[in-house]
């Protein structure tokens, strides 16, 4: 599935284009934003939505060179687990 990307100032997030996926962020530095908030409607259950945005916003963090911190409990899960986040992950 493909996500967009709205940016703002202070908060972004990367959604479906229908917006039954969806992850929020903000930025709390000039190099880090904070994962909030993950949401996959039932509709979507059991697809890997919600890993497939958590790999969109690395992707993009990678690109842009800037570290997550994940306080949504899915992304935080997901990405702690994981070895091939680590590189990304806000270390404070």
């Not at 039954?20 to 259950?45: K, M, P, Q």
């Not at 697809?47 to 993009?60: H, M, Y």
Request: charged share 30%; with cysteine.
């Amino acid at each position: 599935m493909d996500f967009l990307h709205e940016e703002g100032s202070k908060k972004g997030r990367f959604h479906s284009e229908d917006n039954r996926a969806e992850i929020v962020y903000n930025w709390f530095r000039d190099d880090a934003v904070i994962i909030e908030h993950t949401e996959v409607d039932e509709s979507l259950a059991g697809q890997g939505i919600g890993k497939q945005l958590v790999n969109a916003v690395v992707a993009w963090a990678r690109e842009k060179g800037i570290r997550l911190l994940p306080l949504c409990v899915f992304a935080k899960g997901l990405m702690e687990k994981d070895e091939t986040y680590q590189d990304v992950l806000y270390k404070g």
